[in-house]
């Protein structure tokens, strides 16, 4: 029962919605309707942005009330969140993922390692950014993005 | 009498279709709510099922027709069920097939089914789930019918209008021990037929906890739909059956008005939504067991079941089946 008086004392934690960000959604996002299953991948990351998307589907950020919903299967997916600069090893592992999904797909790039290979740029195991392996539809900045960031790239997708 | 009866048909199975991904979409916003998230809104499956419809339709390579016929099977036999068992009305014109027996060899073909697409897909995963979801239906049918047995043999007979009916008129059959014992039983079955928390997680995203999602991996668009739809009735008319059975009150019986109708289908909206909602808030509470676990969890609501039937047999208050 101390779970329950626990609930009841912090009450909501989700942090009231920003205004909608004003993207123009691409083309394939419009056929959604406000709803997105995403699949993450990570091609080579450090994991820093896979803590930041996990912050921002966490109750605080909340993703997922605007329709947006981590899924277990590409099959499932919608869009694609790519993370980290893509190895070697896994440029065909991606490749493949993404052709696994149904049309319409979208493919976001997110941390500045996935949009231009970042701190690891010419290292020797890296193939290049995602932009160069898959087509990318979204790029979301930083080292690691604000979850904030995350958050708006999905709205763009989900239009909410 | 027949109208009423032919409408009374339509009402369940078009509540059920209309309104199992509201009482998923339901169910996520009172979890959302208990976590401190703002929650997607009731109306969320509703516009994912949308969108999947309009996706393009992929067959994974290898497959065959199991893969195939599945997502139409599992969402046909669930509308046969909830189009049998007696939700709003108890006096239709099928409620005389509305075996217990038929009712659960009808749901196992679902579950069946989609065990045979999950091993057609030949993916490590599929197999793992198909032999996982086999184990627990193995051990949770029996259970099934054994509670629904312990509430046929006061009403006499194992049909479920008969057996919902006697009930509402003798309420005192509910609180003996065999109703009491079988209720809690049903409720053990019920949590791992529809894949809820004790047993499977609905929202896993873990490969090797996986029970009914490993089963579905392969499914995109059109298929994927029909199937989320599907897993999404069967828990819609579970729960109504578990609230048919031991809350039997405001469902409609022979020689009853357009009225009551309409009352009865508020009744069972309302009696689903408040199970859902106990459900998910108990989600919160408790942990996922260990898959070695599951099947004591199951043995220990089948005991339960088996008492309520020798306590019905031996406790009955005559009027038996013997």
């Known amino acids: 029962m101390s779970l329950l008086r626990k609930i009841r004392g912090t009450g909501r934690v989700a942090e009231p919605a920003p205004p909608r960000p004003k993207d123009e959604p691409p083309a394939a996002a419009r056929e959604l309707g406000g709803s997105a299953q995403v699949r993450c991948i990570d091609a080579g990351s450090c994991n820093g942005c896979e803590i930041e998307i996990g912050n921002a589907f966490g109750p605080v950020y909340d993703a997922e009330r605007y329709g947006a919903r981590l899924v277990a299967s590409p099959r499932h997916a919608d869009v694609a969140l790519v993370t980290g600069p893509v190895t070697r090893n896994m440029a065909e592992p991606l490749r493949r993922t993404v052709a696994a999904m149904p049309e319409p797909r979208l493919v976001i790039a997110v941390g500045d390692c996935a949009r231009d290979c970042g701190e690891f740029a010419g290292a020797y195991g890296v193939q290049g950014a995602v932009g160069d392996i898959v087509d990318v539809d979204l790029e979301v900045r930083g080292c690691p993005p604000r979850p904030e960031d995350i958050v708006a790239a999905l709205r763009t997708v989900t239009g909410r | ?322």
């Open chain 2, 1 to 322: 009498m027949s109208a009423l009866g032919y409408a009374a048909i339509a009402a369940q199975a078009g509540a059920v279709v209309v309104g199992a991904p509201l009482l998923t979409g339901w169910m996520r916003q009172v979890r959302a709510r208990l976590e401190g998230r703002a929650g997607a809104g009731t109306a969320q499956p509703w516009r994912d099922l949308r969108k999947l419809l309009r996706k393009e339709p992929i067959t994974a390579a290898g497959t065959g027709p199991a893969f195939r016929v599945a997502p139409a099977l599992l969402v046909a036999s669930t509308l046969v069920v909830a189009a049998l068992i007696p939700l709003v009305s108890t006096a239709t014109p099928i409620s005389g097939h509305a075996d217990a027996i038929l009712v659960v060899g009808l749901l196992a073909l679902g579950t069946v089914t989609l065990a045979l697409a999950g091993l057609d897909t030949g993916t490590a995963f599929g197999g793992m789930g198909s032999s996982r979801e086999m184990t627990i239906s193995a051990l949770v049918e029996p259970t099934i019918l054994l509670a629904v047995f312990a509430l046929s043999i006061p009403a006499g007979s194992t049909n479920l209008a008969a057996i919902i009916s006697g009930a509402a008129e003798d309420p005192a059959r509910l609180a003996s021990p065999a109703g009491l014992l079988a209720t809690a039983a049903l409720a053990v079955a019920v949590l791992a037929e529809t894949g809820r928390i004790p047993v499977d997680n609905p929202s896993t995203h873990l490969e090797l906890t996986m029970v009914h999602e490993a089963m579905v991996l392969e499914y995109a668009g059109p298929d994927l739909a029909l199937v989320e739809l599907g897993a999404q009735m069967r828990l819609t008319v579970l729960l109504g059956l578990q609230a048919s059975l031991f809350v039997p009150w405001g469902i409609a019986t022979a020689g009853d008005s357009w009225g009551s109708l309409l009352l009865a289908l508020a009744v069972l909206a309302v009696k689903v939504a408040a199970l859902g909602a106990l459900l998910a808030a108990a989600e919160v509470f408790w942990a996922k067991l260990r898959l070695f676990r599951v099947p004591e969890l199951l043995a220990g609501s089948f005991l339960l079941a088996l008492l309520a039937v020798t306590a019905s047999y031996f406790l009955g208050t005559g009027g038996g089946i013997l």
